[in-house]
């Protein structure tokens, strides 16, 4: 008999809505994104999401903040398409969470934990 393993679903990086808030928004995901469910999100300029990109600042801030998370995976290769995020009062699972790819200067990862804590989400 053939095993089977499933792998992360949409979602599961989520730990908790905090506060009986409304954690979540409706948002556009750019044109030409490919995202799995749990990437970090960042606003391209023209209030559409994009991967966020982690770059960052002689003051070790993100460029631009984070937006929040992809709740779900979405091809959106074809045309911007209506998506969820997390934006608002939660908890995530760290080994869960898409992040930016870490240069061999580092600080990332920190970076783009500090601006998701700004819009109120917790990484555990």
Not at 29 to 50: H, P, Q, S, Y
Not at 80 to 96: Q, R
């Amino acid at each position: 008999m053939t095993t089977q393993t499933m792998g992360a679903r949409d979602e599961e990086f989520i730990l908790a809505e905090l506060d009986g808030a409304l954690s979540r928004s409706n948002a556009t995901l750019k044109l030409g994104e490919n995202l799995a469910a749990g990437t970090v999100l960042e606003d391209d300029g023209a209030g559409k999401l994009i991967a966020c990109s982690g770059d960052l600042a002689t003051d070790g801030t993100l460029v631009t903040a984070v937006a929040g998370i992809l709740c779900r995976t979405t091809d959106a290769t074809d045309a911007d398409t209506d998506v969820a995020i997390l934006d608002d009062t939660s908890a995530v699972k760290d080994d869960l969470v898409v992040y930016p790819t870490e240069s061999t200067a580092g600080g990332e990862k920190v970076a783009v934990v500090a601006s998701l804590l700004a819009l109120g989400i917790k990484v555990r």
